[in-house]
């Protein structure tokens, strides 16, 4: 446990501290709905966090994943907690609600919008807005070049007018919110280069019906005893590295 009060920039401090950037980046990915980590951290902040290391041969070849973190910025508390429920991990509040929203398909930054076309240079990456499955890679009609891809079971995105797919996808292939699913073009019937996106929900007769883009879908949240149990042990685990004296001998 180390500490360095005099750093305002988070990338300042935890080099500071030698803590890995795979781990500061984990840290910014999973707070990046809620914080601008470039602007609010001069307020004042405190992290503590648990994650992963992984050995070989007795020394400590490589960070894994963050397991918990307590984030407080001035007067707000945020936590999150790593869980596995036999179907994929994610991050979790405390209280179980899932940490995950929705992407803005071509900058790759949080965004609340209501539009559904957004120009960019030919060739930008366009990536998924949530974790998914492709339902759909080819031409259609109008959309020209269009990959759809199911969330959940109940919803789609769509993305169209690509220049093209990335590679080593395909109907059927699993894909991880942020990743690249093709380059924006302007095939079909499209004047100028931009992403045509849509957003889908299954209806009580199981059809699908075209929607405005909501402002964030979060992940349906976790409500397991062993989440809660999990929580716990983290929570515990951090509390009492907060308490503790150390004695640092260079």
């Not at 009609?141 to 959940?152: A, D, P």
């Not at 093209?164 to 004047?191: C, D, H």
Request: charged share 20%; with cysteine; proline share 4%.
């Amino acid at each position: 446990m180390r500490s360095d009060p005099a750093k305002a920039s988070l990338f300042t401090a935890t080099d500071a501290i030698g803590l890995p950037e795979a781990i500061v980046l984990q840290l910014v990915e999973i707070f990046a709905g809620d914080v601008d980590f470039h602007r609010e951290l001069h307020r004042g902040y405190r992290c503590t966090l648990a994650y992963e290391v992984h050995y070989r041969d007795g020394q400590i070849d490589h960070a894994g994943r963050i397991l918990a973190v307590d984030l407080v910025i001035h007067n707000r508390r945020l936590q999150a907690y790593y869980f596995e429920d036999g179907q994929g991990g994610g991050y979790y509040s405390e209280t179980g609600r899932a940490m995950k929203k929705r992407f803005h398909p071509i900058l790759g930054v949080w965004r609340a919008h209501r539009g559904v076309d957004y120009a960019a240079p030919i060739g930008s990456k366009v990536l998924a807005t949530a974790d998914g499955v492709v339902d759909f890679m080819g031409e259609q009609g109008n959309f020209g070049k269009l990959v759809i891809v199911q969330h959940q079971d109940r919803f789609l995105t769509y993305y169209g007018h690509l220049h093209g797919f990335a590679p080593g996808l395909g109907a059927g292939s699993l894909v991880e919110r942020g990743q690249v699913i093709g380059y924006v073009g302007m095939t079909g019937l499209a004047t100028g280069p931009h992403v045509h996106y849509e957003f889908h929900v299954r209806n009580g007769t199981g059809d699908w019906v075209s929607l405005p883009v909501p402002e964030q879908v979060e992940a349906p949240p976790v409500n397991s005893p062993a989440y809660f149990r999990t929580v716990e042990g983290y929570r515990g685990q951090m509390q009492l590295a907060a308490s503790a004296h150390f004695v640092i001998l260079d």
